[in-house]
């Protein structure tokens, strides 16, 4: 299925049949991709008495409850809501799914003991207006990222001045393959998550920040569709399932 689409005043040509999935699956298995100190998943049968919600237990259909921390258990996406004393919502603020984006490869440069996304270190892959979402792939790319526990692993970070850039050229949707775009322990400053969104100065509501995304090592840094899927819970963020389309020539 291939189609046409008119995309930032663009004509952009795309095989719809073969998406590119960039979200981390959600198990309740140990190998699942944990961080700020929780254990993994929880999936479980419901269970009245000796009644147990599982077909293989004797019901007529698996009915399970499942427990876990959007932020902590995989892919998902936030709003401002995560960082503001105001109620905002993700389903709230997250209105359209569809955007131009530019996946860029990027090493973080050593600050002391910690490794960090630097401003000149994104210009070079970066300029102003060439899309709507950013797609940051932190290299090394290990298939680990699929099954990392990093909670006490102080990640890579963006520096609030990388944020402070992205904004200004017009990004919207920032993606990235760590659990938090700010380092893990910074005594709650959340400097480029402030930053980003410009809070709570002139607060950008319709922009958003996905977290725990894994590109594969065969997609190729540049210019894709982004459609961004989300579950519409009424919360600061939801698990999210971000979806790349490469832009035929």
């Not at 932190?138 to 692993?153: A, C, D, G």
């Not at 970070?157 to 992205?166: G, V």
Request: net charge negative.
């Amino acid at each position: 299925m291939k189609a046409t689409i008119l995309l930032d005043q663009k004509e952009i040509h795309v095989n719809l049949n073969e998406p590119i999935d960039i979200s981390l699956r959600l198990s309740a298995e140990e190998n699942n991709p944990t961080a700020w100190y929780l254990d993994a998943p929880k999936i479980q049968p419901v269970q009245d008495g000796d009644w147990i919600a599982k077909v293989s237990e004797g019901a007529s259909v698996n009915f399970n409850n499942i427990a876990f921390n959007p932020h902590a258990h995989g892919t998902h996406t936030e709003c401002v809501g995560h960082i503001s004393k105001e109620f905002y919502s993700i389903n709230d603020c997250l209105q359209q799914f569809f955007f131009s984006a530019k996946v860029v490869s990027l090493t973080p440069e050593a600050r002391g003991e910690d490794l960090v996304f630097s401003k000149k270190q994104i210009e070079k892959h970066f300029r102003k207006g060439e899309a709507k979402a950013i797609v940051i792939r932190n290299l090394p790319n290990s298939e680990k990222k699929r099954s990392m526990h990093y909670s006490h692993t102080n990640w890579p970070y963006l520096l609030e001045e990388a944020a402070l850039y992205l904004r200004a050229c017009g990004v919207e949707h920032l993606l990235i393959d760590l659990p938090s775009v700010d380092k893990e322990k910074d005594d709650g400053k959340l400097l480029a998550h402030h930053a980003f969104w410009d809070y709570p100065n002139n607060t950008r509501l319709k922009a958003t920040i996905t977290e725990m995304i894994y590109v594969p090592p065969t997609v190729e840094d540049g210019n894709y569709l982004l459609n961004l899927q989300i579950a519409s819970f009424h919360n600061d963020a939801s698990p999210s399932k971000p979806v790349l389309y490469k832009i035929e020539s």
